[in-house]
């Protein structure tokens, strides 16, 4: 049976306030970007450069990977609010200076500056909803995170086009900077969480060559078949040089004590598989974003005001998909169902793109297009769910860094690729659709499929021309995401190999309670000794280690080869063994932490759970205690029924049965220790 989300879970003031920062820094970084998108055909045919069209994403998207794990394991150090004010400055400094490019490169340093900007801010909002909320409500909120993203991606792409089209595009990067100055303010006021400076050891050469080798790989993939031939020897330079790299950073990271990007995460198969499946949607979900907009502008000969109506059905299937995704995981606690048939609509809707043609209608783009918002919507956010569930509180900003670090190199190596797709067979194409006597009379190079996206040049076209162009330009956007099929593969498979686990009712679980037991007992050795077996000095110590027994109890109920132990869960449950490990992980809670607010949000499950034993006078029915009674003894089961069984207390006087169980309570509390510095290794 699965666990009904208990519905009175709610956000203490403090935790609303960070929130609302998060909504804020969330609606800044997403008005900018999508409101850009339907208009980027027109801007890089108006500057120049479309042999390099891709550059425009791959800029942003290549700084936003290299700084995500960076800032992900600086924030775990140094804590999330600095980065996070940073970040929104960062990313307006790049908005105005997008406004004022005056050339194509220009043009592409700023979007640079942007993706810093975003490569701070998107996982660091995501890792601080994993502070205040626990995996259980994640998905809720989340959806909630998912609203603010609609808004702005549904009317985003509508009002680029109006503006492109009415006002310029320049306009579209300043519209973002009023609301990030009033973000900055906002957060800067009430974005305060607790966070403990510890002395580190930060990882300059991992930094160092990770950056370098990540740039030199992505280079490659963007310049090799376009700029230069795959062959020459700078894009072997770049791909041996980028190569070597990654691996000194590899043997770095599995030496250093404090590696920017910790590997011992992908011995979890969930951690591995999550990325994996991440690093495939996102190159699909940009092969479609960056790509349908110039077939829309190109093939179809809309205005950058309809192409934003095109486009629009992918976000709506994103946000409105994902926020009903979320709420249903909420309720239902299970995932992977939701997302499996995600993965299949991804795969769908790319087969719907893979058979455009310069005939095929506005119709066939939305329908592709819809499939694929649908199936990303089932599949984004749960990533992160899935991720963020997998591992220690302690690693969560560079678990969910890291997995935004793979979402930001698939971006950039699909960008990338599907450019080289586009560009490499784009001229040969165009002039094997022109008539003979036309092709004479062009030189190669003198159109590209900027002739057809620029309006100032299209009208000077002969339509012979302009037909030829468009035929290529379709022909080769339908071979993109003929590319993208065996991506969504990858996607169905990863997430098909990913173990589904119960998502907790709690911020942390067994191994963060465990380690905050182990700091009280260091900085009470200092002091006085704690009693871990009765009254007298340590009594806030003897409740953690009772809190951390019911954590335990908790995970191995979850465990199959436990049949007692899950009987008595769920008895607690009255019935429902999900409802009683939900009040024994918020009970565990309670005890091991350290934060008030949390503490109060958990009283009641904790005070439910007490209320359950003095109701029934015990935590287990006569027949089940009969049971673990039989279990644990070695006499036959005649034995115990049809005899009062003596205690050793009565038959041996001379043994203090209290001592002893002293004693034993005292090497639990050793043994609990013990597991904890384990599961932290």
């Known amino acids: 049976m699965t666990d009904p989300a208990p519905e009175s879970f709610r956000l203490t003031p403090q935790s609303r306030r960070i929130f609302t920062g998060l909504l804020l820094g969330m609606l800044v970084a997403s008005v900018s970007q999508t409101i850009v998108g339907p208009a980027m055909p027109r801007i890089v045919a108006e500057l120049g450069g479309m042999e390099h069209y891709s550059w425009v994403a791959t800029a942003a998207m290549l700084v936003s990977a290299i700084s995500v794990p960076i800032v992900g394991k600086l924030s775990d150090l140094f804590g999330r609010r600095p980065f996070y004010l940073g970040g929104l400055a960062i990313f307006i400094f790049g908005s105005i200076l997008a406004g004022f ?59 680029g086009g109006v503006i492109t089209d009415v006002m310029g595009w320049r306009w579209l990067f300043f519209v973002g900077v009023p609301i990030g100055l009033v973000a900055i303010f906002v957060i800067a006021r009430f974005l305060v969480l607790d966070h403990e400076p510890r002395k580190a050891v930060i990882d300059y050469w991992g930094i ?20 230069y031939p795959w062959s020459s020897p700078l894009i072997l330079s770049l791909l041996g040089g980028g190569l070597v790299l990654l691996v000194i950073f590899v043997f770095i990271e599995l030496r250093v004590p404090e590696p920017v990007v910790p590997l011992q995460l992908f011995r979890s198969s969930i951690f591995t598989f999550a990325n994996l499946g991440a690093f495939g949607m996102s190159m699909v979900m940009f092969g479609t974003i960056i790509y349908v907009p110039v077939y829309a502008q190109g093939v179809l000969a809309v205005n950058a005001s309809t192409s934003g109506l095109i486009t629009l059905p992918l976000m709506l299937g ?82 969910t860094a890291a997995l935004q670090f793979f979402r ?91 173990k589904p686990t119960e998502l907790r009712g709690t911020v942390n679980n067994a191994d963060d309670a465990g380690r905050e037991l182990l700091d009280t007992l260091s900085q009470q050795a200092g002091d006085a000794v704690p009693v871990l077996s009765g009254p007298g000095t340590g009594e806030r110590t003897r409740e953690r280690l009772l809190g951390l027994q019911l954590a335990i109890v908790a995970e191995s109920a979850s465990r199959d080869d436990r049949p007692l132990l899950k009987r008595a869960v769920a008895e607690l449950g009255s019935g429902d063994f999900s409802w009683g490990l939900t009040l024994l992980h918020c009970t565990a809670e309670m005890l091991t932490s350290d934060d008030p607010d949390v503490a109060a949000g958990a009283e009641k499950y904790a005070c439910e759970l007490v209320d359950r034993v003095t109701a029934s006078g015990a935590s287990m029915s006569e027949e089940l205690r009969l049971q673990v009674a039989l279990a644990a003894a070695r006499s036959p089961r005649r034995a115990i029924l049809d005899e009062v069984e003596k205690p050793i207390a009565e038959r041996h006087e001379a043994v203090d049965i209290g001592k002893l169980r002293g004693a034993a309570n005292e090497l639990m509390a050793a043994l609990i220790a013990d597991i904890a510095v384990d599961r932290r290794g």
């Open 101 to 159: 490019a005056q050339t194509f490169w220009w043009l592409v340093a700023a979007r640079a500056v942007q993706g810093l900007g975003m490569g701070i801010l998107m996982p660091l909002s995501q890792t601080i909803v994993g502070d205040i909320i626990p995996p259980r409500q994640r998905g809720k909120y989340q959806g909630y995170m998912g609203v603010v993203f609609g808004v702005t991606s549904v009317a985003g792409p509508l009002a």
């Open 208 to 227: 160092t060559t990770m950056s370098l080798g990540i740039t030199a790989t992505l280079l490659a993939a963007s310049l090799g078949g376009t700029s």
């Open 318 to 399: 994103l946000v409105f998909v994902g926020m009903g995704a979320g709420l249903l995981i909420t309720r239902t606690g299970r995932y992977k169902e939701i997302m499996l048939v995600g993965a299949v609509l991804l795969g769908v809707g790319a087969v719907v793109l893979a058979r455009l043609s310069a005939t095929s209608s506005v119709w066939e783009v939305i329908a592709g297009v819809g499939l694929i918002g649908v199936g990303l919507g089932a599949l984004s956010q749960q990533y992160t769910l899935v991720v963020q569930n997998a591992v220690p509180r302690r690693d969560l900003g560079v678990a």
């Open 408 to 498: 930001n190199v698939g971006a950039t190596i699909g960008t990338a690729v599907f450019g080289t797709v586009l560009s490499a067979g784009l001229d040969s194409a165009i002039f094997a659709n022109l008539p003979a006597d036309v092709a004479k009379t062009m030189p190669h190079g003198t159109i590209n499929a900027g002739s057809v996206l620029d309006p100032a040049v299209v009208g000077r076209l002969a339509p012979e021309v302009i037909a030829a162009v468009r035929i290529a330009l379709a022909q080769q956007i339908a071979m993109i995401f003929i590319v993208c099929l065996p991506l969504v593969a990858l996607v169905f498979v990863c997430t098909l190999l990913i």
